[in-house]
């Protein structure tokens, strides 16, 4: 059975700290990591890495994968209070029976 | 260009009832995904419909039921609610599933908030 494990589960910091966030995962036939933010409602697509070692980076939020180790990290720099949500991970697993499995989030809270 | 909606946004029932949700995907997206989020178990995935065909299924019992119509728009139907179907439903859409020319990449509605009493 496909499975997506993030950690920490929660996370609280101060304004202008950096944050990791990490995503490991066991899946038959790999074909690509997805990082959504989930707010109050509906998830909101951040990055979608397929390639091994290559950043993909979006402002003060930047994402790599290493598909060796089966992990996928996600960095927050100088975090603001609007970075306070659930960030979640998924995997798309391909073959015949191709999904997205999630992880269960990292709540991160950011203090002013 | 419009997001996705679903309909309606709050519901609440009874044990034993049943229900159906509706998701209009963004337009031009033929892909349709369908997710079940609680506290205890995260987002799990319960099937995706592509021209009219359920493409792919998760771990759910027959209770869970969908259907896509010729213009994308699908719906989601779950019958003899239990107390545990209490959830957000989310509806997720892409052009089309990856391997039919498509990305990996959905994008999410609000959801629909289910409440079984």
């Known amino acids: 059975e496909d499975k997506v494990v993030q950690s920490p589960l929660s996370l609280v910091v101060h304004e202008g700290d950096t944050v990791t966030l990490n995503c490991s995962y066991e899946?038959?036939?790999?074909?690509?990591l997805l990082w959504y933010k989930q707010e109050k409602k509906a998830p909101t697509f951040l990055f979608m890495l397929?390639?091994?070692?290559i950043e993909k980076k979006s402002g003060r939020l930047s994402s790599i994968l290493d598909k060796k180790e089966l992990f996928s990290i996600l960095n927050i720099t100088a975090t603001q209070t609007g970075d306070s949500a659930v960030y979640l991970c998924?995997?798309?697993?391909?073959?015949?029976?191709?999904?997205?499995?999630f992880g269960k989030g990292t709540l991160l809270t950011v203090n002013p | 260009k419009a997001g996705v909606t679903q309909t309606p946004r709050y519901l609440i029932k009874t044990r034993g009832q049943q229900v159906t949700l509706s998701c209009s995907p963004i337009?031009?997206?033929?892909?349709v995904s369908w997710y079940q989020q609680t506290p205890g178990q995260g987002l799990q995935f319960l099937f995706e419909?592509?021209?009219?065909?359920?493409?792919n299924k998760g771990n759910f019992p027959g209770r869970f039921s969908g259907r896509q119509f010729s213009n994308s728009r699908s719906e989601m139907n779950v019958s003899t609610l239990e107390l545990g179907d209490s959830a957000l439903y989310l509806c997720?859409?892409?052009?089309?599933?990856?391997?039919?020319?498509?990305?990996?990449?959905?994008?999410f509605g609000p959801g629909t908030r289910l409440t079984v009493l």
């Open positions: 997720a859409s892409r052009p089309a599933p990856a391997g039919g020319g498509g990305t990996d990449t959905q994008y």
């Open positions: 397929t390639s091994s070692g």
């Open positions: 899946v038959t036939n790999f074909r690509s």
């Open positions: 337009s031009g997206h033929r892909s």
């Open positions: 998924a995997v798309y697993s391909g073959g015949s029976n191709y999904k997205l499995t």
């Open positions: 419909y592509f021209s009219e065909t359920q493409r």
